[in-house]
């Protein structure tokens, strides 16, 4: 079993609130120096990213797992990832008929920038990304389980956009495949205030919108080879794949 340093929360300049350097080389540079061996780009509700980044880290050595960081009907964040371009596609179809058509102001949230490899800008979505979708986190968990993917909420005991900031608890019969906290709690002090969530598999990740925190958050997966389906393994607790906050 091998351990595998990874960071599976990272927007990129597609993300009205990234920063302008969070291209994807720029991402996949940092990534490298920081010694990251897997990586998530979650977008909020796009993936047009990640194809690039997915190109660019192979080079490198580096796995991107491929998705997008989605907001609920309720205005929580979860974290939502496919194996394959077919299925990031049709995910991404889905996300288009379902967010709110809201015009993007720039000078209000940011700009939501396209670019290729070369970090020259291809496309400019026209509608705000950060905008809530019209489905709630089952409805979510569904679609993203029909189309064989994983689901994560995130940031689950933020102050914003959580779960707990939004329901006032996580669910105790909520169906996903792992629970994503923030960096500023351990998974031990999390779960003495909630023992009932112990079920669930944790990773905690950066969130990172600027370049410097890139990996400033990670956790460690313990499995065979970095791969999608190694990856569900270790969430799931599966065949002596399993995830650590810190490595051994």
């Known amino acids: 079993m091998n351990c595998y340093k990874a960071d599976l929360h990272i927007h990129t300049v597609l993300s009205p609130c990234g920063d302008l350097e969070m291209s994807p080389a720029n991402i996949i540079a940092k990534s490298k120096e920081q010694g990251l061996q897997i990586i998530g780009i979650t977008d909020h509700n796009s993936t047009l990213h990640c194809r690039l980044a997915k190109k660019l880290g192979a080079k490198e050595g580096i796995f991107v797992l ?19 371009d077919t299925e990031l596609d049709l ?16 000078e209000r949230f940011g700009y939501q920038l396209a670019v290729n490899e ?3 800008i291809i496309y400019q979505p026209p509608y705000l990304l950060t905008s809530a979708i019209d489905a709630d986190i089952d409805e979510i968990y569904a679609k993203v389980h029909s189309l064989n993917g ?29 629970l994503e906290i923030s960096k ?21 990740s950066s969130d990172a919108h600027y370049i410097h925190l890139i990996g400033e958050t990670f956790c460690m997966f313990y499995l065979n080879e970095p791969s999608f ?20």
């Not at 500023?184 to 905690?204: D, G, P, S, V, W």
């Not at 389906?229 to 051994?248: F, Q, V, W």
Request: charged share 25%.
């Open 66 to 84: 491929c998705g997008a960081e989605v907001t609920s009907k309720e205005e929580a964040h979860c974290l939502c990832f496919f194996e394959n």
């Open 91 to 106: 995910f991404q179809q889905w996300l288009d008929e379902k967010i709110a058509k809201i015009p993007l102001d720039e």
């Open 118 to 120: 070369y970090e020259e």
């Open 150 to 178: 994983l689901f994560i909420p995130a940031h689950v005991n933020r102050p914003a956009n959580s779960l707990m900031s939004q329901l006032g608890f996580v669910p105790p019969d909520l169906k996903a495949d792992g």
């Open 184 to 204: 500023h709690i351990t998974k031990e002090n999390f779960l003495k205030k909630n023992a009932y969530l112990k079920r669930f598999a944790f990773i905690q």
């Open 229 to 248: 389906a190694e990856i569900s393994m270790a969430l799931a607790n599966e065949n002596g794949r399993h995830i650590k906050m810190t490595p051994d």
